[in-house]
């Protein structure tokens, strides 16, 4: 088999390559347009892209080779990325107080609590939906969907006293019928 020597730019010469080494060579972009070759019994050198050119044609050196074509997993994988940078970005806000389907920016990046229904946490007590949406409530509140916590307190104090003085009246209504039956009662014995 006949053996061939290469030289790139000032570099030393490499070699015996077959012309099939040579050729995988330049394929592979390992030896390029700007290499000389020379078959081991002679000693004038070849432009190695005269052999190749027409078969193959290569880059230059240091010119970027095309690019390959984005495999499936990576286009699965950044459609993922994608989707849980979305899903952790935002809330997904539905209810009958509302226009339609809403979303809504969280305070901060999460997984939990993407869907936020206003119905189930208005439906039961304030405490049990803190307890069990924390992040569904203080985004609602945020929005003014939902009262703040002061407001709530200060609500339920309001309500408290006004129940309070309600029962207090007719505790002393009752305690003046009881005492007008007792003194009628008194002047008829």
């Known amino acids: 088999m006949k053996q061939f020597y290469i030289r790139i730019g000032t570099e030393q010469e490499k070699g015996p390559f077959t012309m099939d080494q040579l050729r995988s060579m330049w ?23 005269a052999e190749f050119v027409q078969q193959a ?19 699965i994988v950044a459609l993922l990325t994608i989707i849980v940078l979305f899903v952790g970005s935002f809330h997904f806000v539905t209810g009958s107080s509302l226009p339609g389907p809403q979303l809504m920016r969280r305070d901060s990046f999460g997984l ?12 039961m007590p304030w405490l049990a939906a803190k307890a069990r949406f924390p992040l ?10 939902l009262e703040s916590d002061t407001a709530f307190n200060q609500r339920v104090q309001e309500e408290t006293r006004r129940e309070f003085d309600r029962t207090m009246r007719e505790a002393e209504r009752e305690t003046q019928r009881l005492l007008r039956d007792a003194q009628r009662y008194a002047d008829d014995y």
Not at 29 to 35: H, L
Not at 66 to 71: A, E, K, V
Not at 137 to 143: P, S
Request: with cysteine; net charge neutral; proline share 8%.
């Open 112 to 123: 939990s609590e993407f869907f936020v229904d206003v119905d189930a946490i208005t439906g």
């Open 57 to 75: 044609p290569m880059p230059q050196r240091n010119e970027k080779r095309p690019r390959r074509t984005s495999s499936p997993l990576f286009l």
């Open 27 to 49: 394929e592979n972009g390992a030896i390029t347009a700007d290499a000389l070759y020379r078959p081991s019994d002679a000693t004038e050198w070849r432009q190695l892209a």
């Open 136 to 145: 569904g409530c203080r985004l609602l509140q945020r929005e003014g969907i």
